[in-house]
């Protein structure tokens, strides 16, 4: 803390063009328009493709499943934390609800379980984080192999086909489409707007951030750290749980590997979206344009005529630059220093 | 006060007071025996060295930290420490206006001016409206930071030290403390705000309030507090009152404390 600086006067000044710019008026304004830049340049590339319904189609049944993940995520990252548990949630919350459609042809039971098992997983981790005192970077991988374990020899490392449940109630209402488009696309709808409400609005969500922050300020203005993060923890749980169910239904199908490629898409959606790395600060909208941008890559640079084999290479590139950039907005200082360092080397 | 809500009756002779009080962090006693009253309109200032336990105590004080045995007074009343806490602090009216830690750096400042105790309806979500409404209300009329850039939605990051204090006491006399405790409250700041500072700890005497002031600086202290309490490894060594020992001879007195263990305590 420097606070004799004299900044008094200059800093009043500069205050207003500097909030313009890192666009938190628009929440998440940069990563929406890199979302349309990308499709401008997928429709150049592939007319024939991106200037008809049926990719789109496509993308608002696969990508649902990863939008709620990153948007659970976001939660916890504006935490300061992170959890890499969600993928072993999903094969787990599959089992359940796998499980109960089938042997015990109870669906909605299954739906239940499988947000219920989710929490369980979840709470564990919440209070060896909270309570015992593990980072959540370690605990959760801990968590991570023994829940995927445990689904695998619960399910022998057998898939369950679940076609009975083609077009029962459940199926029509999670994995259907009303008015042509895909039921899932309502249902992330529906989690982004109640996520940012969260996030942004409520209690909690203020909570999370505070800490996200600086736990010690957190702890001396009254919130309750532990409770909140036990709390974050459980919920994180149960929205992979709801992810899992979701794409057991779409699919109806349930694998042991389930969920196995999910974990650092999720992430890189939380990322590329523009929440911060360090804690306190974290976009709701910014989550979803970036698991969209995740989830659109793939088929989008594969329509566009560059080798699959690229994919993962400019999934890579994006994350990179747009990770480096938001923190060039976030902390203007850091840039300025970075640049410094640079000139200096000249 | 812009504040209509009518306080308690300040008529308790002690705002707070602990008896016995002790803290332990495992096998660590950070706290021993603490004996301390503070009247209803005293100005106490705690000094001692690093680690000595001032901040400890005043985190013990305001329910951040469960105390490990003792006892705790406020306004007269026996306290159940089992279920004291930092909420239950602010609605005793305990306000803490620290440097550093009483600010989320990256949070607008109408969530800083209610975190912990944000205006919410039944289902937990907060009135942005009207938190921003007070928050204003709180900068311009309170702080007089009408027409240098700052309103409710600047973050913390971007403010000096000296604004920051201001924030953190604006927020205090909104909430219309009885007990306002200042923790280092000038270390670091320019010298015109360091006198915005001192004004206030004077504006707290005057209006009948009770402050906690806890400075390295001792010529601040002295000038302004009614009684030193001095802390040593844990324990209140001395009670001074400044009108009875002056700068020097209380410069001389925190040394000579300090001589004999100087070695062990580098």
Redesign the interface.
Known sequence: ????????AP???M??P??LLTGRRLEGLPIIVVFFVLIGIFTACAPRVFLRWPIYDSFLVTIPPLLILSLGLTLVIAAGEIDLSFPAVIQFSGFLFAFCSLQLSQPWLGLAAALAGGALVGLVNGVLVAIVGVPSIIITIGTSFFWSGVATVLCGGLSYALTDLQATPIANIFAGTLFGIPAEAFWALGAAVVGW?ILN????G??L??IG??Q????????NVVRERIKLFTMMGAVAGFASFLLTIQNLNYFATQGQGMLLSALAGVFIGGS?VFG??ATMVGSVFGALIIGMLDAGIVATGVAGFWVEVIVGLVFIVAVVLHIGLENPARLKQLRRRLAFRE | MANSRTPPPRTYTNIVRAENLCVSFGKVQALSDIDLAIGRNEIVGLIGDNGAGKSTLIKALTGVIRPSSGRLFIRDEPIDLGRYSVRKAHALRFETVYQEKSLGEKQPLWRNFFAGRQIVNRFGFINVREQRRIANEILQSHLGFRGIGIDANSTVANLSGGERQGIAIGRAMHFDADLIILDEPTTALAIKEVRKVLDFVRWIKESGRAAIYIEHNLAHVHALADRLVVLDRGRIVANIRPVDMDLDALTHFLIALHEPTAGVAA
């Open positions: 803390m420097s606070g004799a600086r004299a900044k008094e800093a009043a000044s205050r207003s500097a909030l409400f609005r409520h209690r909690f203020e909570h951030l505070f922050d600086s010690t300020v957190a702890q001396v203005l009254g919130i911060s306190g600060s």
